[in-house]
C-alpha cells in the first residue's frame, strides 16, 4: 500500500512568513510524528499525535511551531514567522500503534530566506 | 539529556566486504531499538530493529546486536553493496513517564560508502 507522503517537498519561503507542512500517514496507522533534520544532523523529535489523545508536543522548540491532526488522519506543522534556523528537512512518521515501527515519508525540505 | 551517539562517524568499504556499523546509548531504560538508512534526498527507511530482551536479531543481509552491559548496539551488513551506500542511524524508543508509546532519539548517524 502507499507509504507516508509529505507535502510540498520543496518549500522556500522568506523570514517572517507562515508555512504549513502537511502530512498524509499510511492508512490505518493510529500514530504520527513529526521530527526535525538539520543539515548532517540526526532527526529530532517534535510532537507526537495517537488517536484521539491530547498530543505530546515536548518537542517543538517554540510556541512559533504547532501541529494539528485532523480526523485521526492528516496532519499540519504550522511554523509562524519563519526564522533562518528553521531551515530544515521536517519529516513524518506513522505507525500502527504508539510503539511500533516508525515508517518515515520524503520530508519537506524548508528554506527560510 | 541522554541521547544515542554513534563511534563512527563514516565508514568506507569494498563492495562484497561486511560493514559494521556501532553505536552506544545512555538511557538503560530504553527497550527498542531500530536501525534506518537514509539515502540523499529520501526519508529513513526502517531497516532492522530489536527489543531489549534479544542479543542479537538477523533480517536479509543485515544482523543487529544488542549488548545491554556495555549499552552498545551493532549493525552488520554482509556482502555490501553500492546500493548500501547511505548514512546509517540508530534510534532508541524510550518510553517516557511509563507511558505506553515510544519517542524516537536518535543518533548523529554514519555515512556508509560502498566502493565497486
Known amino acids: 500500500g502507499a507509504g507516508v507522503s509529505q507535502s510540498p517537498s520543496n518549500k522556500v519561503t522568506e523570514k517572517g512568513k507562515d508555512v504549513e507542512l502537511r502530512c498524509d500517514p499510511i492508512s490505518g496507522h493510529t500514530a504520527l510524528y513529526w521530527y526535525r533534520q538539520s543539515l548532517g544532523q540526526g532527526l529530532e523529535f517534535l510532537i507526537y499525535f495517537q488517536g484521539n489523545s491530547a498530543p505530546d508536543k515536548s518537542g517543538l522548540p517554540s510556541d512559533r511551531f504547532s501541529a494539528e491532526r485532523t480526523g485521526g488522519s492528516v496532519s499540519t506543522l504550522t511554523i509562524q514567522r519563519t526564522q533562518q534556523e528553521d531551515s530544515a528537512v521536517y519529516l513524518c512518521?506513522?505507525?500502527?500503534?504508539?510503539?511500533?515501527?516508525?515508517?518515515f515519508g520524503p520530508g519537506t525540505r524548508l528554506l527560510v530566506l | 539529556g541522554e541521547s544515542v551517539g554513534l563511534h563512527l562517524p563514516t565508514l568506507s568499504v569494498q563492495e562484497g566486504d561486511n560493514s559494521i556499523i556501532n553505536c552506544a546509548y545512555s538511557n538503560s531504560a530504553s527497550d527498542y531499538f531500530i536501525w534506518y538508512k537514509q539515502e540523499s534526498g529520501k526519508g529513513p527507511q526502517f531497516i532492522i530493529d530489536?527489543?531489549?530482551?534479544?542479543d542479537k536479531r538477523q533480517g536479509q543481509r543485515v544482523t543487529v546486536l544488542l549488548n545491554k552491559t556495555v549499552k552498545h548496539l551493532s549493525l552488520q551488513i554482509a556482502a555490501t553493496q553500492p546500493g548500501d551506500s547511505a548514512v546509517y542511524f540508530c534510534?532508541?524508543?524510550?518510553?517516557?513517564?511509563?507511558?505506553?508509546?515510544?519517542?524516537?532519539?536518535f543518533g548523529q548517524g554514519t555515512i556508509l560508502t560502498v566502493h565497486p
Open positions: 512518521a506513522s505507525s500502527s500503534r504508539g510503539w511500533e515501527t516508525q515508517y
Open positions: 530489536i527489543r531489549s530482551n534479544m
Open positions: 534510534a532508541e524508543n524510550i518510553h517516557p513517564g511509563g507511558t505506553s508509546y515510544g519517542k524516537l532519539t
